[in-house]
C-alpha cells in the first residue's frame, strides 16, 4: 500500500521549484522526489506538474509513496560492529575500506549487501539500492552510522539530517602542527572546474561550509584534531583541512603527499567518525553514540588513549 503524504506551500516557500519543495517536506533525496515526479506519484492540487513547477502559497502538494519493491541485491554475510539496535534503526562502527552503497564499479560487497543479510529485509526503505541509507561515509572513512529499519524511521532522520540538528564529530590525524588550540574554517565548498570528481573551496558559485576543531594532541610532523560539522558538505573536512595547509594524513584525493604516507605506512586518509547524535524517530530521546578509535589511527599515536569528550568542539 503506498504511503500518501499532504503538504501546504506556505507563503516562506512560494516559487521554489516543486522538486526543492518536496524534498524538504518529506525528507526524501532530490533525486528520488524527481523519480516520483516523472512517475505522476507527486501532484500540485490533483494535478500532475513538471519537477520545475514553481509552487504557490496554499498549494496543496501530494506526495505517493509507492510500496517497496523486491530489492535486486543479494545479501551477503558481511560482519557488522553493531554499536545499538532496536527495531526503528540500528548504529554501527563502519570499518575503513567498506563502501556503504553499490554503485559504478561496485555491485557486491557493500554495507547495504551486509545490512540486508543482518536485517532479513530492508524492503526499499530509502531507495532501492540504498535501502536504509540516511547517510554515507567514504570507503576510506571509519566511524559510527546509523541506518533506518522503517520508512517512517528514514523520514525522521532524513529530517533531522537536512535541518542541521544532528551532532556529527570527527577524529582526524592531519600533516603537520596546527598552532591554534580551537577554530572554525568557513569557506564555500563546490566541485572543481576542471576536476568535477573533486571538490574545492570556491570563491564564487559554491554552497556555505563550517567546520569547526579543537587540538587533542600535537605530535612530530603530524595533529590530532576533534571536528565538529556544522554543515554537511562533500568531503567537507578533507578539503576544508587541505584549505588552511593541514591535509587528513593519506588522503590521496587532497593530501598531495601520497609517497610520503604510503612510505609511511598509512593505508588510508587518517578520519574517523567519532560522535553521532540524533533524536530517536519513535521515542524523540536524544541519543548520543561512538565509535572506537580504529586500531590504524591508535597505532600512529603509540597506542596512548585519546581522551575525548562528546561535548561540542
Known sequence: MADLREYTVGSADADLRLDVFAARASGLTRSRVQRLIEEGCIRVDGRVQKARYAVAA???IEIEVPPAVPLPLEPEAIPLDILYEDDDLLVLNKPPGLVVHPGAGRRTGTLVHAL??????LPGIGGVERPGIVHRLDRDTSGVMVVAKTEAAHHSLSLQFKARTIRKQYLAIVHGTVKQESGRIEAAIGRREHDRKRMGVRKEGGREARTAFKVLRRLPGMSVLLLGLETGRTHQIRVHLAHIGHPVLGDQAYGG?????????IPRQMLHAWCLGFRHPRTGEWHTHTAPVPPDMLALLAGTPLEISTANV
Not at 540486508?116 to 529485509?121: E, P, R, S, T
Not at 603527499?257 to 605506512?265: F, I, L, Q
Open 58 to 60: 496554499d498549494d496543496r
Open 116 to 121: 540486508l543479510a543482518h536485517c532479513g529485509a
Open 257 to 265: 603527499r601520497m609517497e610520503r604516507d604510503s612510505d609511511a605506512g
